[in-house]
């Protein structure tokens, strides 16, 4: 009996762990198996196109409270799926179809991947165009990179709308998982005594909006379900105009037991053999080189090109060289950063498939008799009072620095001393003294902001004489600060001082967050501070 025993548990186990590779039908329902060693076996509704459980390892790592979905489910779709062999390789690819976008799954034989890649002809009616994949949090409760500051699993208060509460004293957000296009790696949730870890990899977001620096939700254990998120369109902190009649990805769903997989290691080359719409081929594609120069070594040096179809980025070298990812064929506009901090433009850069376009490009910044500067024009709050935290904590949170009205002294405050934001009826005004040996004659106050809040602007006083209002900053219909979000449409305020303002010796300048519009506590107009110069 022992025995009959023993050998009925081995032929399970390897039925487990060695299934054959391909898709059943049941009901309604498409299992497919992914012929992996380690067993990848997942099951999508054949009406709706969500996937209702995933069982890796002969676990079930579905979330029972809800599916795993594009958006939050797409209602009902045609539902394709099929055996594609190509290059000799076999694969199981899913088609799944609306009036308004396609949605590929695609398995390859033998890996534990699910990949992935949407066809849009316009944006989903909510406005946000995700993945997610809803997961259980007693399987799987902990999340990568970020830890606990996106955990709002045992929240015990919420401190803003539905998305920021409090655990265990501390402010937690699912917004604060997030992380910029440019840097993006894995974005994991893991656990189990045999480490499981569950991840997102998007080597391709050249179809998102936003640009290098844009950033959003990648994960959130919520209680219910561990969420595990790929954002590709959304209207959080929108400054471009989402691009439509085209594939997001291919992007990666994988599971493994071998610790974080490595974005630079994946391969979607094979999409090339898969009639996926909208995908196009390395051999298809273009490239731009050239020379970026006038950027200090001391900043990462950023090259990014756009057009209504394609967004690409890279760094350059610390002396600016620089080569372009694979590009679609088009004319783009090309932009230079020192950091995030927008040094120049060029239009017109036009990129031909199989060929490497020259092209160089010259920070426009020009030199100026600096009287004095808080902070770099690096595009961010960098060194700034509580800049350190807020990415991964609300105003709010008890971990942070006091926000108070604050009197900043050149020549002997720090730059943590400065506020990295003005709330209107919390820390407003900063209040900056100063020193000349001399009366300058005019001069220019410039004040850079990264991000503007329900109208908010800077309105400058300058010892007795006060700045004009500047008017109001483009609208975006969005929470900044308080979601960890700090990158808007980057306005730079230039004041300019009457002759006989600035005086020798002591003088003083008020900087006030003004703005038409009110709110509570820190959704109070705000703005966030770039950096602050005065220069003749």
């Not at 709330?423 to 410039?446: D, E, H, M, W």
């Amino acid at each position: 009996m022992l025995l009959r025993f023993i050998i009925f548990s081995v032929l399970s186990f390897a039925s487990s762990v060695f299934a054959a590779f391909g898709f059943t039908k049941s009901g309604s329902n498409y299992i497919i198996d992914a012929g992996s060693s380690n067993a990848l076996v997942f099951t999508v509704n054949g009406g709706s196109c969500d996937i209702t459980s995933i069982k890796y390892r002969g676990i079930e790592l579905q979330d029972s409270s809800g599916s795993t979905q594009l958006s939050s489910g797409l209602g009902s779709a045609t539902v394709k799926v099929e055996s594609v062999t190509a290059s000799s390789v076999n694969y199981v690819k899913v088609t799944c179809t609306t009036s308004t976008l396609t949605h590929y799954m695609v398995v390859k034989e033998g890996e534990s991947n699910i990949y992935l890649a949407t066809y849009i002809k316009e944006e989903p009616s909510v406005g946000e165009l995700r993945f997610i994949a809803r997961l259980k949090s007693s399987v799987l409760p902990e999340e990568y990179p970020y830890g606990k500051v996106s955990t709002t699993s045992g929240s015990s208060a919420t401190v803003e709308g539905s998305d920021v509460f409090v655990v265990d004293g501390e402010t937690r957000s699912k917004f604060y998982s997030s992380t910029r296009f440019i840097d993006k790696d894995a974005q994991c949730v893991y656990g189990g005594s045999d480490v499981i870890h569950v991840c997102v990899l998007a080597p391709h977001p050249e179809s998102s909006s936003g640009g290098p620096f844009f950033r959003d939700i990648e994960s959130n254990n919520a209680g219910s379900a561990t969420n595990l998120y790929w954002y590709m369109n959304s209207g959080h902190v929108q400054t471009e105009a989402f691009r439509t009649n085209v594939l997001h990805g291919p992007y990666i769903l994988t599971f493994s037991r071998s610790g974080v997989p490595k974005l630079r290691e994946a391969d979607t080359s094979f999409f090339s053999g898969l009639s996926i719409t909208g995908y196009v081929a390395e051999s298809g594609r273009g490239y731009v080189s050239g020379t970026a120069s006038g950027i200090s070594s001391s900043f990462q040096i950023v090259v990014h090109w756009y057009n209504t179809q394609a967004q690409y980025w890279t760094i350059a070298s610390s002396k600016g060289a620089f080569t372009s990812p694979a590009m679609k064929p088009g004319t783009y506009t090309m932009v230079l950063y020192q950091g995030e901090y927008k040094v120049a433009t060029a239009t017109g850069v036009s990129v031909s498939a199989g060929k490497t376009t020259s092209k160089n490009i010259a920070s426009t910044e020009t030199s100026r008799n600096s009287l004095w500067k808080i902070g770099e024009y690096d595009g961010q709050p960098t060194g700034f009072l509580n800049a350190d935290k807020f990415l991964r904590m609300h105003p709010s949170d008890s971990r942070m620095a006091a926000w108070t009205p604050a009197t900043y002294t050149v020549g002997s405050s720090s730059i943590a001393q400065f506020p990295m934001a003005l709330f209107q009826t919390v820390n407003n005004p900063v209040t900056i003294k100063f020193t000349l040996a001399s009366a300058p004659g005019a001069a220019t106050l410039r004040i850079a902001t990264t991000l503007s809040f329900s109208g908010a602007r800077p309105q400058a006083k300058v010892n007795s004489w006060t700045a004009s209002a500047p008017s109001a900053p483009t609208k975006i219909d969005s929470r900044g600060v308080t979601r960890g979000a700090y990158r808007g449409y980057g306005e730079v305020y230039d004041v300019s001082i009457p002759s006989g303002t600035l005086v020798a010796g002591a003088n003083t300048i008020t900087i006030t967050s003004i703005s038409g519009s009110s709110g509570t506590t820190f959704l109070n107009p705000n703005f966030i501070f770039d950096a602050v110069e005065l220069f003749t």
